[in-house]
């Protein structure tokens, strides 16, 4: 039971992960796959992020008033990891810039053969 | 197709999950990932940025060339978006 | 962290993501979208991350919707999957 607690998320975000997976490489829909992008790529982004979580008595990585002005030591424990949140946000902005450009594709493709259907766009190739 | 990227992903998803097996349990303080570089962010981003919030310390002062790769990568998403969407219109016009 | 209200919106999150691709109309899918990545706001709330929940709030929910609602305005709503 207690091994089920320590590692049930992580199953949760491969189950997410892999849905994302399934819709990209499964479905015959351009937008559907640019949604199975978005999935894949939030799955990974939350599995970093828990991957800064400590249990115990850490708080979000704000110093507090009496930490600030050196009343006592700052313990590393305290925090949470401020770094994968960091990446985190980088992460973020530039999955928005390649749903952009995904999404400026699709249309190109739409106006090009006035379908978003991969196969019927295959078959419009040959 | 369905079924042939259904057993993809189910086979792929085995795997990570036997990989799972491997890392630390969630949420554990002493982790290798919250030991060795964050340390030393939590205990000086007081004394060298003063600033209370680390997330934004660490984006702006300490990694401020990331930020910087991060505005380029925008940068040319948003110029490859305008070429992508600005060349049909131009054919459009092109033929009346 | 509250370990019901974790289990509750992760079977949120799972729910959203199996629904917007099985959904049969486009707009429909990229709401629940949206609301899938509100669901992932509240998730990374709940998980410390306040920074990459505001983030994601306005970058991922807010400007990734409106892209994907405008795509799907320029083509077309209609799919076989």
Not at chain 1, 39 to 53: G, P
Not at chain 1, 81 to 92: E, F, G, Q, R, S
Not at chain 2, 27 to 42: E, F, K, M, Q, W
Not at chain 3, 35 to 55: H, R
Request: with cysteine.
């Amino acid at each position: 039971m207690d091994f089920i607690i320590a590692k049930y998320n992580y199953w949760i975000y491969i189950i997410l992960m892999m849905i994302g997976f399934y819709a990209m490489i499964a479905k015959n829909n351009l937008i559907k796959k640019i949604i199975g992008m978005n999935i894949f790529q939030t799955a990974i982004i939350l599995f970093f992020v828990s991957i800064a979580y400590k249990k115990g008595d850490a708080t979000l990585p704000i110093l507090t008033y009496a930490d600030a002005h050196g009343a006592h030591a700052i313990r590393a424990a305290q925090y949470m990891n401020p770094l994968p949140h960091v990446l985190m946000l980088t992460a973020i902005v530039v999955s928005i810039a390649t749903l952009g450009v995904a999404l400026a594709i699709a249309i190109m493709m739409y106006k090009k053969y006035h379908t978003l259907e991969e196969d019927e766009i295959l078959k419009a190739i040959k | 197709m369905k079924t042939v990227g259904l057993i993809v992903s189910m086979i792929v998803g085995a795997f990570l999950i036997y990989g799972t097996m491997d890392m630390p349990d969630w949420g554990d303080p002493n982790s290798p990932a919250s030991l060795h570089v964050s340390p030393r962010y939590i205990m000086n981003t007081e004394t060298e940025t003063a600033t209370p919030n680390i997330v934004t310390a660490v984006l702006a002062d300490y990694r401020g060339y990331d930020t910087l790769g991060e505005t380029v990568v925008i940068f040319t998403a948003g110029m490859a978006c305008v070429l992508l969407l600005r060349r049909r219109n131009k054919f459009k016009k092109n033929r009346g | 962290m509250i370990i019901t209200f974790d289990i509750i919106i992760l079977l949120f999150v799972v729910m959203c993501a199996v629904a917007a691709i099985t959904v049969k109309d486009l707009l429909s899918a990229v709401m629940i979208l949206g609301a899938y990545s509100f669901f992932m706001c509240l998730m990374w709330t709940q998980l410390g991350a306040v920074d990459v929940a505001f983030t994601e709030a306005s970058v991922g929910a807010g400007i990734g919707t409106i892209l994907f609602i405008a795509a799907v305005m320029k083509t077309t709503r209609r799919t076989r999957d």
